[in-house]
């Protein structure tokens, strides 16, 4: 995948506004504007902060987001159509995701809507009609059949992530690439491993579960290690496996998932305690495997072991998620266990109203804290429906199975409890999000209604 530098422009300001119009960022471009000359370096993290963020009498706000994931990407994409100068700084020399697959429920469905990256347009997706977990007696636990206001598609992480990219660039964000964050402050100050600081009106920390915004300034949180062992990989389908179906099947506290992700694709999982050694090897113990799930030999046997991304599972309960100008979005805020399919949708959705709320007030400290309020009661819920779910499934006696199925059956015909584990229209804000993300700006400056853009005179670069 690329990031492409930018060229830059530099030079003074052609001042029209007051200083009292001008964003916190701008002041500090303005300062540094008087040395752009000497060290600037296009294309470069530390050169870009140097850019002018406004055009005539307007201001365009400046974010930096730290972390290129599905969060961060997210965010870009929001907020650079909602008019702001975007940045999103990665780590890594290459933006790319794991090779699986991923769920995707009517709350992130809707929240890739709003972002103008409609399921329809990924390089490759399934709709997935209905749902069925199995126990190891071979009977079912439960099913449920989606409907159109409660909609689940299966794609590849690739072709999400990508799509996102494509996306923010589209709108504008800047992608730069190997370009590692070691710190942030509440006043909007950014620090770069190769430059920096740079201040920014925000700093979005969307970094994932290890996350170095989190840690460097102190937010109070907790990471719990779930006690479980992911293995996720691609296979390809053929003419034995589901097609617009997910099945789940549990054996002990051995669970597999197969579910098509479009053309071709099945998307694997498997999980196990990090104690069940024969589950965790790699390569795949496939006599263990089968040994627990007869019928799946066929899909073990066409598993590539050098293609499973193997890891242990994190939580991370993290509160406040705002300091300052600073918010944490997506696993750095909130990792959750995956059995419920929505952390991604969550961060997704996360984005699309951060960009909505951070957009109408002045006040950029209250905007956050007010997009906190607004999404703490879809997003903990989740986490520890997660939560209590990971531990039927990870921490059950091995010698109870039956009572596990029959208490899982009783609580699936709970509506709240299927709302959550179902998800989605639970889970959305009610009605579509049609939030005011403003379309891409078109070539003269103007949107789709004809309204002038406000963006800086640099922000009008291609992206990359
Ligand atoms: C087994 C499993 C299955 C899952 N299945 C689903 C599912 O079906 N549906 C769903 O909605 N969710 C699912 N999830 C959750 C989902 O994968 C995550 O919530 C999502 O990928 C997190 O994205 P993110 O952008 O927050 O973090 P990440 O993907 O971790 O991205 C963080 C990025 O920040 C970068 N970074 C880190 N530190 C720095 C730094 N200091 N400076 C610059 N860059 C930095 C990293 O390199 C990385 O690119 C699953 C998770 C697991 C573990």
Redesign the pocket.
């Known amino acids: 995948m690329r990031s492409r530098p930018h060229r830059t422009r530099f030079g003074a300001p052609a001042l029209q506004e007051s200083e009292g119009a001008k964003t916190d960022s701008e002041r500090e471009i303005d300062c540094e504007g008087e040395h752009a000359g000497s060290n600037a370096q296009a294309g470069t993290a530390e050169a870009a902060p140097r850019r002018l963020a406004r055009k005539g009498n307007h201001v365009t706000r400046r974010a930096e987001i730290?972390?290129?994931?599905?969060?961060?990407l997210s965010a870009a994409t929001a907020l650079a159509r909602a008019g702001w100068q975007v940045r999103v700084?990665?780590?890594?020399t290459e933006?790319r995701?794991i090779g699986s697959?991923?769920?995707?429920?009517e709350n992130?469905l809707r929240a890739l809507d709003a972002l103008g990256v409609p399921i329809g347009s990924l390089k490759v997706s399934e709709q997935i009609l209905s749902f069925a977990i199995w126990d190891e007696r071979n009977r079912p636990i439960t099913s449920s059949t989606m409907s159109e206001s409660s909609r689940c598609f299966m794609t590849t992480?690739s072709a999400l992530h990508n799509a996102l990219l494509q996306a923010a660039t589209a709108a504008g964000a800047e992608i730069a690439t190997g370009?590692?964050?070691?710190g942030a402050t509440a006043d909007g100050h950014v620090y770069l491993a190769n430059g920096g600081p740079v201040k920014a009106d925000i700093v979005v920390g969307?970094?994932?579960?290890?996350?170095?915004?989190r840690t460097a300034m102190g937010f109070s949180s907790v990471s719990r290690d779930l006690r479980y062992v992911?293995k996720?990989t691609l296979i390809p389908l053929t003419a034995d496996d589901p097609r617009g179906s997910f099945p789940g099947y549990w054996y002990r506290s051995r669970r597999i998932g197969v579910g098509p992700c479009g053309p071709g694709l099945l998307y694997v999982?498997l999980?196990c305690r990090p104690d069940d050694q024969r589950g965790c090897a790699i390569p795949l113990d496939r006599e263990s495997w089968t040994a627990s799930f007869p019928h799946l030999g066929h899909v073990f046997s066409r598993i590539d072991d050098e293609n499973v991304d193997v890891?242990r599972?994190w939580e991370v309960i993290c509160r406040p998620w705002t300091r300052g100008r600073v918010a944490l979005?997506?696993?750095?805020a909130h990792?959750?266990a995956?059995h419920l399919?929505?952390?991604?949708?969550?961060?997704m959705e996360s984005a699309v109203v951060l960009a909505e709320i951070i957009d109408q007030p002045a006040d950029v400290e209250n905007a956050l804290r007010a997009w906190e309020a607004r999404r703490r009661p879809f997003v903990d819920p989740a986490r520890r429906y997660g939560h209590v779910y990971n531990s039927f499934m990870m921490g059950w006696p091995a010698r109870h199975p039956a009572l596990r199925s029959t208490l899982v059956h009783i609580a699936y015909r709970s509506r709240a409890v299927r709302k959550r584990i179902e998800g989605a229209p639970a889970l959305a804000p009610q009605g579509p999000l049609t939030h005011p993300v403003k379309p891409p700006q078109s070539d003269d400056g103007h949107d789709s209604d004809g309204r002038k853009q406000h963006r800086g005179e640099d922000n009008a670069q291609a992206p990359g």
């Open positions: 730290v972390g290129g994931g599905i969060a961060g700084h990665e780590q890594a933006l995701e697959g991923i769920e995707l429920l992130g992480r370009s590692r964050v070691t969307a970094d994932g579960i290890g996350s170095r915004i992911s996720r999982f999980y890891r599972v979005i997506g696993d750095a990792a959750m995956p399919g929505q952390a991604a949708c969550m961060a």
